[in-house]
């Protein structure tokens, strides 16, 4: 008889992170029924700064590092993150490998107002809750009219800030409302072109340790190769552009037909600049085609607008 296996899956203890991981460890279930998987929560860096100070972090890899420790350090088998919060060279550099990428959910950002109006209709100087330097800059270039206001925390905690009133809405990802079953809350999905999203966004990474070949392959299953690949294009032009989460970049890959087609922008921090490609190529190719956008954007003046938003 096969024997019974535990494999011990680490998260952060958000709601978010919980229900992804819940998600994950169900999938595997299924996938082999004889697999026991225990969930180890593992408080990060980013969520007791961001508990602190409901700011963001400036730290690289904030919500991952420790995660990443306990995996190399053979506490956990694998974990689960959203890889938009992974680093773009983060797998190479602790010992810990992407396992499995899951099939991307919605990957537009979402609208939460409290009256139920679009970004279009919020009357002039709204209150609009947001820290990711990419939401504020496509927010200043669309609606310049409005007020941004920062806002950390978790996603129940950024709406609440809506029901109470103090903002007038939030942009948060429709993916993370899906997860936390909170679909409902959506006023509007921002379109793709006028809110391109950040690279891996939506998408969920199993990491794993490189020798571990009896998890890698038990986790295997959960892998679905477009959603990879894509997520190869988006985050080799990261890393080719030396991004930070302070960046005000935007990345978008789609798979068809043994193509990967990469749109991929870099805001100035006010929104009044952007610089916009999409390049295409083979599947087999995707490195390069995220390498190649970053390229183009970097001939065309990308390294000042970056180095303006860390001032
Ligand atoms: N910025 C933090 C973060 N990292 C991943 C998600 C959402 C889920 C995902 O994109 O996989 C969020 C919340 C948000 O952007 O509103």
Redesign the pocket.
């Known amino acids: 008889m096969e024997q019974v296996t535990t494999l011990r899956l680490g998260t952060r203890g958000t709601i ?1 992170a919980l229900a992804q991981a819940t998600h994950v460890a169900d999938a595997l279930h299924t996938a082999h029924p004889r697999l026991r998987v225990q969930l180890v929560t593992i408080p990060t860096h980013g969520d007791r700064w961001a508990d602190n100070l409901g700011a963001g972090t400036g730290i690289k890899g904030a ?1 991952i590092r420790e995660i990443d420790q306990q995996l190399a350090d053979g506490a956990i088998d694998l974990a689960v993150h ?4 992974r680093p773009s060279h983060a797998a190479e550099h602790h010992g810990v490998v992407l396992a499995a990428h899951l099939r991307r ?1 919605e990957p537009r ?1 979402a609208l939460v107002t409290a009256t139920g109006s679009t970004l279009a209709l919020l009357p002039p100087a709204s209150v609009v809750g947001t820290s ?1 330097p990419r939401r504020q800059a496509q927010l200043r270039r669309h609606r310049p009219a409005l007020r941004i206001k920062p806002v950390r925390g978790s ?1 129940e905690a950024r709406l609440q800030r809506v029901d109470s009133g103090e903002l007038d809405a939030v ?3 429709a ?2 409302l899906h ?1 936390t079953g909170q679909a409902d809350r959506i006023t509007e999905l921002l379109p793709l072109d006028s809110h391109l ?2 690279a ?5 990474a199993v990491t794993a340790r490189p020798g571990d070949e009896r998890t890698r392959d038990l986790v295997a299953v959960l892998d679905h190769p477009d959603t990879a690949t894509a997520a190869t294009a988006e985050r080799a032009y990261l890393r080719r552009l030396g991004a930070t989460c302070r960046s005000s970049i935007a990345a978008h890959a789609t798979v068809a037909e043994d193509m990967v087609t990469l749109r991929a922008s870099v805001y100035s921090p006010s929104g009044d600049r952007v610089l916009h490609t999409v390049v295409g190529g083979a599947v087999s190719q995707a490195r390069k085609v995220g390498r190649d956008a970053a390229e183009q954007l970097l001939a065309l003046g990308a390294r000042k607008l970056l180095n303006t938003d860390t001032a």
């Open positions: 978010l919500y959203c890889l938009k919060d959910d950002d990711a996603i942009i948060v990802s993916a993370a997860r999203p950040a891996g966004a939506a998408v969920l």
